[in-house]
């Protein structure tokens, strides 16, 4: 794997906010696996917010 690109970060950060910003149902919706991520960095975003 090669070095991390900023673009490729400004994609991802684009991403989080994105899924932060789904309602509940969305997510839900979403099949396992990425449900639990999306659970898990809404519940870490949470936590770094306060």
């Known amino acids: 794997?090669?070095?991390i690109r900023s673009k490729e970060v400004a994609e991802a950060a684009d991403l989080l906010a994105a899924v932060s910003a789904w309602p509940d149902e969305e997510v839900a919706a979403l099949p396992r696996f990425y449900r639990e991520k999306a659970q898990e960095y809404r519940q870490r975003?949470?936590?770094?917010t306060e």
Not at 45 to 48: F, L
């Open 1 to 3: 794997m090669g070095p």
């Open 45 to 48: 975003a949470a936590i770094e």
